[in-house]
């Protein structure tokens, strides 16, 4: 489990912000195989194809990326799918 994900820090900022955190065991990503492979893809189609001049950019550019992903890319993959 990547260090992010137990340290102190990072857990108060979770409950801070009023948010519950969910992980999968150590050495079971498969429990969370949906968004392991979506960070996957969004890592090799997005993150790693450009240079972001500030963090404003990045996370303008994965927001539209994660529109694209939920509204266009699935019926790219399937044309018989049509998206609302």
Known sequence: ???QFTSFGFENLLKRHKIDHSYS???HPYDNAKI???HSLLKREMIYQFRF??????ILDVSKYIHWFNNERISLANPK???A
């Open 36 to 38: 392991e492979s979506f």
């Open 53 to 58: 001049p500030s963090i404003a950019h990045l």
């Open 1 to 3: 489990m990547g260090s």
């Open 81 to 83: 799918i049509k998206v």
């Open 25 to 27: 065991k150590l050495g």
